[in-house]
């Protein structure tokens, strides 16, 4: 076994790892504890590149805190419901279930073949009734506390899915799983989870405990997403019907006196009272029709602004003015009121369609500073969208600041009672109930007799999917002949279950407190054992889900809190998103046939070569683009795996040198030779680069440089000292193998693990310790440089290496031994060859 053969070792170490329970987590709280979470994969029957890069990052991490000490939980599970299973199930006529669970099992074999370090004891699929019981309970208590509930809206629809999504999940008006659909809109009764609720403690928190520990890109994306706007609402009597008031919202009242109309959204509720009292009731409803007939899409791309006049007219509560009552496509019927006033002169969409349509502009806030010609001009061809001073013709608040005339103005009209001030967000409500099969049934029931819609009692869950379902009807819940049909628990009567199921982002809210307590059958999980672990210590996934699963998740830990199951709200202090695999600048697809298997190169170069060339490729956060990695190794197939193999196998040969030398030794050198000394350093300077590449800002690419670097290091010594067997020798290498042995643990565990034994443990490294470092040998890189007088060598001197020509001559003068030699003689001449050699010249 001389030569590196990387399935032997890797097929060993997996089953000593499976034998020995090796990354079962203690619990017993000796150590502290780490909870180092990795994104769980949906099951789509074969792992991809970017799960090899996102486990083997995660796994690093893993190996390094077990290798500092602490009791490490690291679980992996499977988000199994979902679409492509209910997919394979129409066009092949599987059964979801068995699809699931074939893919499952394909994958987790890849994965063992990988040989993460998971606690697979742990291991959960969202798809098991077990699991998803749990949603249906969290659903009816969540329920019961007001934090879900049903309601008719307009929803976003993806007619390929064939079924609602949420906002999150339509994101730029086209679905999350097909890019290239666009949405639809349609009105439904949907189950809504009322994250808004959470909005101010979502951003809170972006504000504060996540700021250090999750991306900046997330954070904000996420703070865009929620959206919060300060302003105010005021109602606008009809003057042809005042009983009716359209409320508009507002983050300017400050401008209100420079209103020139009021605009509602095509779908505004109020619409249909418009209708009927409109002198052009047809126009109106032409154009409500075709706007509202747009896809979300259409409506938000088409830069185009358009209106209609409804030939109404409403009140401006503060001046008295009549203005007429427009609707516009550019006016939104989920954002603030779903109505705005027009004020041209301050805001650009305003500016432009008042342009277009010959509506009159005045200006009411001015600049400050007079000596501004913006504040002496007409808005002629831009609006002035700064905050000022209000003009003289804003009645009792004219000289006021923007920001003291909205205060005043909102205090006025607080206490005539047409307006107060509001805070709106962006963030909607989560819609969780979709229109598909494969997924957790709702547990609620729809009762015509005594007209209520209540949870199922807890005693009969879980609501299971039936096993017999025909997915070659549309609605195989709805048309099944047994599973809708249930007595009603609030009078008895027969009644019917509701056949929507939820949105599988509610599986992935809360998987990874289950992992904590994966076996639990009286409750989802256990208080005081979640309390122990969570909140994750660290999380890498994906991007693509920074404004679904990571909002979701968020406010559901919130709202987990507030039915008492946890006493926390955030549940992830620390967040990496890992840049995706490309291949040759394209996004690897099955459509694309573009896809590297990572299969074959386990099957070539192992697991450990596999990892390491991954993570050698880039840093985490980065984009790896493989057919560049590839070219830069110069080769055809998978060069950069093969390199890395290449790579093991010279670490191996190099330990298995020196192993029966290291085994007959312990200790470190006290004294050394000059060669063992640069050695040593070059030992501790890896092992300080190696650790604060982990620690800051996890740069595994520099990890696996430097144990290049120190691979070569050692070589450099093997070279120089040969067979020796001088004992302080053999401990400057066996140092060294050592702490090169432990630095590639996080990144290839298996042969880790066998050069380990091979220098003499006989325990896994998962119970051994990083080497810390000698700062003082880890200081800056030295270079020993013989210095000669008159061509005789008289000392050696350890300087960094771009230590410049005169400063290396100066520090050869300073040398003790040189100086005791050269103090009663003259230097006629100093030679430096530079990080060679130093010659002086004395008479
Ligand atoms: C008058 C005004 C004057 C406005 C001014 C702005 C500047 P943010 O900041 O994104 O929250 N608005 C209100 N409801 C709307 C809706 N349903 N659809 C589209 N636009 C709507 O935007 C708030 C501003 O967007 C509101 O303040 C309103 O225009 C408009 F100089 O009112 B403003
Ligand atoms: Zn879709
Ligand atoms: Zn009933």
């Known amino acids: 076994h001389e030569k590196y053969q990387p399935h032997v070792v890797e097929e060993k170490w997996q089953r000593i790892w499976r034998e020995q329970n090796t990354f079962a987590v203690r619990d017993d709280g000796r150590r502290p504890r780490y909870y180092m979470l990795e994104m769980l994969p949906y099951p789509s029957g074969r792992i991809h590149l970017g799960h090899v ?31 492509p299973a209910e997919n394979a199930a129409i066009k092949q006529g599987a059964r979801p279930d068995e699809w699931t669970y074939q893919n499952i099992a394909a994958m987790r074999a890849q994965l063992q073949r990988l040989g993460f370090s998971y606690d697979w004891s742990r291991e959960i699929a969202s798809c098991q009734p077990e699991y998803y019981r749990w949603n249906q309970w969290m659903f009816i208590q969540l329920f019961k506390k007001g934090l879900v509930y049903r309601k008719r809206a307009t929803v976003n629809w993806c007619p390929k899915c064939n079924t609602s999504l949420a906002n999150e999940q339509a994101e730029g008006g086209y679905c999350w799983r097909h890019p290239d659909t666009p949405v639809e809109q349609r009105e439904l009764e949907q189950w809504f989870v009322r994250q808004t609720h959470y909005a101010e403690e979502l951003l809170a928190g972006i504000e504060g405990p996540l700021k250090n520990g999750w991306p900046g890109h997330v954070l904000k994306r996420q703070h865009d997403w929620i959206g919060r706007s300060e302003g105010a609402e005021v109602d606008f009597a009809l003057s042809e019907a005042p009983a009716i008031t359209v409320r508009i919202f507002t983050t300017r009242l400050d401008t209100i006196y420079g209103a020139n109309a009021v605009i509602v959204a095509p779908e505004h509720p109020l619409m249909e009272q418009l209708l009927e009292r ?14 509202t007939a ?21 009140i401006n509560p503060f001046n008295g003015e009549r203005l007429p009552v427009w609707t516009a496509n550019f006016v939104l019927a989920q954002y603030g009121t779903g109505a705005l006033m027009s004020v041209p002169a301050h805001d650009e969409r305003d500016f432009e369609f008042s342009r277009k349509y010959g509506l009159p502009i005045r200006r009411v806030v001015w600049d400050t500073t007079p000596s501004d010609p913006q504040s002496t001009l007409k808005i002629s061809t831009v609006p002035f969208m700064d905050e000022g001073v209000l003009g003289s013709d804003c009645g009792p608040f004219s000289g006021l600041t923007s920001a003291a005339a909205r205060q005043a103005m909102a205090h006025h009209a607080e206490t005539h009672g047409f307006g107060k001030r509001t805070v709106v967000y962006r963030l909607r409500d989560w819609g969780i109930s979709r229109q598909r099969a494969w997924g957790t049934p709702i547990p609620m029931i729809h009762c015509d007799a005594c007209g209520t819609i209540s949870p199922e009692k807890e005693e009969n869950l879980p609501i299971t999917l039936p096993p017999d379902l025909d997915f070659s009807v549309g609605a195989p819940l709805a048309t099944h002949p047994t599973f809708t049909k249930v007595t009603c ?81 955030e549940p992830i202090r620390r967040l990496l998103t890992q840049g995706m695999v490309i291949l040759n600048g394209a996004k690897m697809s099955k459509s694309r046939g573009n896809i590297v298997d990572p299969d074959d190169m386990i099957r070539r170069y192992g697991a450990d070569a596999t990892r390491l060339s991954i993570l050698f490729a880039a840093p985490p956060e980065r984009e790896v683009d493989w057919k560049r990695v590839t070219d830069e190794y110069g080769a055809d197939d998978y060069p950069a795996a093969e390199g890395a193999m290449r790579y093991l196998a010279r670490v191996w040969r190099l330990v298995h040198r020196w192993r029966d030398r290291c085994r007959s030794v312990t200790g470190l050198p006290a004294t050394v030779s000059p060669a ?13 680069r190696a650790t604060e590449a982990f620690e800051q800002g996890l740069r595994l690419n520099v990890v696996v440089a430097t144990c290049m670097e120190l691979t070569n290091d050692l070589y450099d010594f093997d070279t120089a000292v040969g067979e020796t067997t001088e004992t302080t020798d053999v401990q400057t290498m066996r140092e060294g193998l050592e702490a090169l042995v432990l630095m590639l643990t996080p990144l290839a565990p298996h042969i880790a693990e066998e050069l380990w034994q091979e220098l003499g443990h006989t325990t896994s490294l998962a119970q051994a310790r990083w080497m810390t470092y000698d700062p003082e040998l880890a200081r800056a890189p030295q270079l020993e440089i013989p210095v000669q007088v008159n061509g005789k060598l008289k000392s050696r001197i350890l300087v960094a290496p771009d230590l410049s020509d005169a400063d290396l001559e100066a520090a050869a003068l300073a040398d003790e031994r040189i100086r005791a030699l050269i103090t009663d003689k003259t230097v006629v001449k100093v030679i430096v060859v530079p990080k060679r050699l130093v010659n002086i010249v004395v008479r």
């Open 489 to 569: 628990p609030n009078c008895g009567a027969p009644a019917r279950r509701d056949t929507d199921t939820m949105d599988t982002f509610v599986d992935s809210n809360w998987y990874y407190f289950r992992y904590c307590d994966p076996h639990n059958d009286r409750c989802p999980f256990d208080r005081e054992i979640v309390q122990r672990w969570l909140p994750v210590d660290f999380y890498i996934g994906g991007d693509e889900h920074a404004v679904m699963h990571l909002i979701y998740t968020r406010a559901w830990t919130m709202m987990m809190r507030d039915l008492g199951l946890i006493d926390f709200g």
């Open 278 to 291: 409109s002198p052009v009731r047809s126009q109106v409803a032409a154009f409500v029709a075709r706007i």
């Open 294 to 314: 747009q896809s979300l899409r259409e409506r938000t791309e088409s830069r185009e602004k358009e209106g209609v006049e409804t030939g109404l007219h409403a």
């Open 676 to 688: 063992a000394e640069v050695t040593r350093r070059a030992t501790h300077r890896a092992l300080a």
């Open 53 to 83: 890069r996102n486990y083997s990052i995660g796994d690093a991490v893993a190996w390094y805190k077990r290798l500092q000490g602490y009791d490490v939980l690291h679980p992996m599970g499977w988000d199994a419901f979902g679409l």
